[in-house]
């Protein structure tokens, strides 16, 4: 049972163009949402994050975005650049009574082409 | 300040056998969760340890267990290890219990022959 969905294994973007990076859920429950990054031989490292009574959260290059009624959200990264390159997971939180897990999506694999 | 770190870095072990993965949190940090990530999928929830209590479990076999010492580092033991062990295994720390942003650590890399 995949409750977050990354369908897209990899993505190539040209250094400058606009990297955007999906992410579908299915569990009406989770309340945030967030994005980490993945290098080789390192752990995720948080990137961005959403309140799901947001749609949209902004951080310098790295803009999230929220379409609830579609259980969507993407990423967008502005203007994209070589240091980006890496695997992109897209978490959801679930919180209930203080237990709360975060449930990732497969990963995308973005390759920023100089 | 360090981040957090995990020991040891690389472990081969053989099916049936026992391992213990170790954790330190980031200073000041109480809530600790363990993930295992298998090759090509995304990190999977296996527990998470707050105050030393147990605030979640994902799910895995009762082979799996974890303990939070005083000093809010943590320990993951797998039982009769399987083939199907063998993953990446990552450690989170965070500040609070209700705080949703973790900091991971590089992970321990389990292989079981």
């Known amino acids: 049972d995949q409750q977050v969905k990354q369908n897209s294994p990899s993505l190539s973007v040209q250094e400058g163009r606009i990297s955007i990076l999906n992410c579908d859920y299915t569990n009406s429950m989770f309340d945030y949402f967030l994005w980490y990054k993945k290098y080789p031989a390192e752990g995720p490292t948080f990137l961005i994050s959403i309140s799901s009574i947001k749609d949209k959260n902004e951080d310098g290059r790295f803009t999230v975005f929220l379409n609830k009624s579609a259980k969507h959200l993407s990423l967008h990264i502005v203007p994209s650049q070589p240091g980006d390159s890496a695997v992109y997971f897209c978490?959801?939180?679930?919180?209930?009574?203080?237990?709360?897990?975060?449930?990732f999506g497969t990963g995308t694999r973005l390759t920023i082409i100089p | 300040d360090a981040g957090v770190t995990q020991s040891p870095t690389h472990l081969i072990k053989t099916r049936g056998q026992h391992v213990t993965l170790r954790c330190s949190p980031i200073s000041g940090h109480k809530s600790v969760s363990w993930y295992q990530q298998v090759l090509g999928q995304g990190p999977q929830f296996i527990f998470q340890y707050y105050e030393k209590e147990e605030r979640g479990r994902g799910n895995f076999p009762d082979r799996f267990s974890a303990r939070q010492f005083p000093n809010y580092s943590s320990e993951l033991n797998v039982n009769a290890l399987l083939l199907g062990d063998s993953a990446l295994y990552l450690c989170?720390?965070?500040?609070?219990?209700?705080?949703?942003?973790?900091?991971f650590g590089p992970g321990t890399r389990l292989t079981v022959t």
């Open positions: 989170a720390s965070k500040t609070r219990d209700s705080s949703y942003e973790q900091y």
């Open positions: 978490a959801a939180r679930i919180s209930n009574f203080g237990n709360e897990k975060l449930t």
